[in-house]
T-cell receptor, first 108, second 113 residues
């Protein structure tokens, strides 16, 4: 099982600010996924990255995959209260191995 | 269409009781997964079914945990003689095939008192 470290553990920002969360592993990811989980719900897939150096954008969210495929970041521009949630990264080898997540709170 | 559903949404059990948690996957999805999510943590893999076959149960924490999917659709996770450390959210996910996107249900929050 691949061990994933996420940082920071908690992040609280004001609406309109930018934020970045990180996901790191000591071993190479075959593919990496980012999820958002809201209270009382299951995780929802945001993006899958496969190729080293890959950058994907989803509206105000930008996902980067490290060249060596051992790290990834999620950047949110102009955060909104609706972005509040638990952000999880996971490696996908048919079963998912998740990091502990970053809890993001965006204050109005 | 309908997503993954789980029941009950909340379950309180006294220590030593047996519980059964149900998962209804998306119709036609071949793969079904169970995960356990402790408070403040990410989900951890418990077991995997492809149709009715349980192909991986390496994540089940003890022999008190048992899962089945007898007809390749609905699945039940059973926990015998519950302990306080079993308190967690139990998530079910289904996928059209192996390795594809997993769609999660809302989870069952189990509290053992």
């Amino acid at each position: 099982t691949q061990l994933l470290e996420q940082s920071p553990q908690f992040l609280s920002i004001q609406e309109g600010e930018n934020l970045t969360v990180y996901c790191n592993s000591s071993s190479v990811f075959s593919s990496l996924q980012w999820y958002r989980q809201e209270p009382g719900e299951g995780p929802v897939l945001l993006v899958t990255v496969v190729t080293g150096g890959e950058v994907k954008k989803l509206k105000r969210l930008t996902f980067q995959f490290g060249d060596a495929r051992k790290d990834s970041s999620l950047h949110i521009t102009a955060a909104q209260p609706g972005d509040t949630g638990l952000y999880l990264c996971a490696s996908n080898d048919y079963k998912l191995s998740f990091g502990a997540g970053t809890t993001v709170t965006v204050r109005a | 269409g309908a997503g993954v559903s789980q029941s009950p949404r909340y379950k309180v059990a006294k220590r030593g009781q047996d519980v059964a948690l149900r998962c209804d996957p998306i119709s036609g999805h071949v793969s079904l997964f169970w995960y356990q999510q402790a408070l403040g943590q990410g989900p951890e893999f418990l077991t995997y079914f492809q149709n009715e076959a349980q192909l991986d149960k390496s994540g089940l924490p003890s022999d008190r945990f048992f899962a089945e999917r007898p007809e390749g659709s609905v699945s039940t996770l059973k926990i015998q003689r519950t302990q306080q450390e079993d308190s967690a959210v139990y998530l079910c996910a289904s996928s059209p095939g192996q390795g594809g996107e997993q769609y999660f249900g809302p989870g069952t929050r189990l509290t053992v008192t």
